[in-house]
């Protein structure tokens, strides 16, 4: 039976549940500093595949690919820039053989690093890129692209049209904000979650959001003020697990699942859809978040 487009499930049930964060289950699993994530999707996808598995047991409806940094530029850092598109497409696959017939697979497509202000790049050469993986998770069996973790506006945009553009799937696009000393939130480029929002929504997103960022605080002011400019338009948020703590020199997580799953209620009325993790996340967070929700409703 083919799947109903994510917002047409929205329609009909109030909340879904996404997953949690990769680069920490990566991590647990063994993951080093210096390390590319995504050659896991070729030597160990056995791991792979058991991170995107946990999530689904958890109570996720929606798993992401381990392709964050899956663009050429970050890529062939790693000597791997004529491999992007089987790296794409096989995490792809392995995230869908982990979502089955019943549950979403959103790939996941983060920033490239670069930046057209620097003169770096061009939004040409951002498209291209996002093209490139775009196309290449949609061939592995994505429902959805998730272009995530985003602060400049004009990258987020060319991501989201090359998606939009040369692919069939629905885009969520999230960005990341930070609070100010006035107590508002704005991306590192000093972009408001309405501005960005708009943005996104203009240049075809499907689903718009935040993720990532300072923690969990601040994510019901996001949520309102984008349903004050966009209402019809459903919200993703994926927080962090509270502040990370440098501890032994690792960065560790401190906010509990129930800690977190304590926030879904306040979310909820404010209007959020889609409720997941970021960083420091576990599918421990997920399974509270989806009881939270489950209990909500």
């Known amino acids: 039976m083919k799947r109903q487009r994510i917002t047409e499930a929205l329609k009909n049930r109030r909340t879904l549940v996404a997953d949690g964060a990769w680069g920490t289950a ?7 500093g210096g390390e590319c994530p995504e050659l896991w999707n070729f030597e160990h996808p056995e791991m ?10 958890a109570g996720s409806n929606l798993i992401e690919t381990n392709t964050f940094g899956g663009n050429r ?56 890129v996002f093209k490139e993986q775009s196309e290449a998770l949609a061939a592995g069996g994505a429902d959805a692209i998730i272009v995530e973790t985003m602060s400049a506006v004009d990258e987020a945009i060319s ?45 075809g997103a499907d689903i718009v959001g935040a993720n990532c960022g300072k923690g ?9 003020e984008i349903k004050t400019v966009l209402p019809e338009i459903p919200v993703i948020i994926q927080a962090n697990a509270g502040l990370p703590e440098l501890i032994e020199g690792i960065s560790v997580f401190p906010a509990t699942p129930e800690e977190i799953a304590g926030q879904n209620k306040l ?22 978040i989806k009881k939270a929700v489950e209990g909500f409703s």
Not at 26 to 32: N, T
Request: a negative charge; hydrophobic letters at 40%; proline letters at 2%.
């Open 48 to 57: 792979v595949l058991d991170i995107a598995r946990s999530y689904i047991d």
């Open 216 to 224: 969990y605080e601040g994510m019901t002011q996001i949520i309102k």
């Open 267 to 288: 979310w909820i009325k404010a209007g959020v859809n889609i409720i997941g993790g970021c960083c420091g996340t576990t599918d421990k967070h997920i399974h509270a």
């Open 73 to 128: 530029y970050k890529l062939e850092h790693y000597g791997l820039g004529e491999q992007v598109f089987e790296l794409n497409k096989t995490a792809a696959e392995i995230s869908r053989k982990a979502a089955g017939d019943d549950n979403w697979v959103m790939a996941s497509i983060g920033p490239t690093g670069k930046m057209t202000v620097m003169g770096d790049v061009t939004e040409e050469d951002f498209y291209k």
């Open 159 to 203: 991501a989201v049209k090359a998606a939009k553009e040369n692919t069939s799937l629905e885009v969520i696009c999230s960005f990341t904000f930070e609070p100010t000393v006035q107590g508002e939130y704005r991306t590192m480029m000093g972009v408001t979650p309405a501005e960005a929002s708009i943005a996104a929504v203009n240049a």
């Open 26 to 32: 990566l991590q647990e699993r063994g993951l080093k």
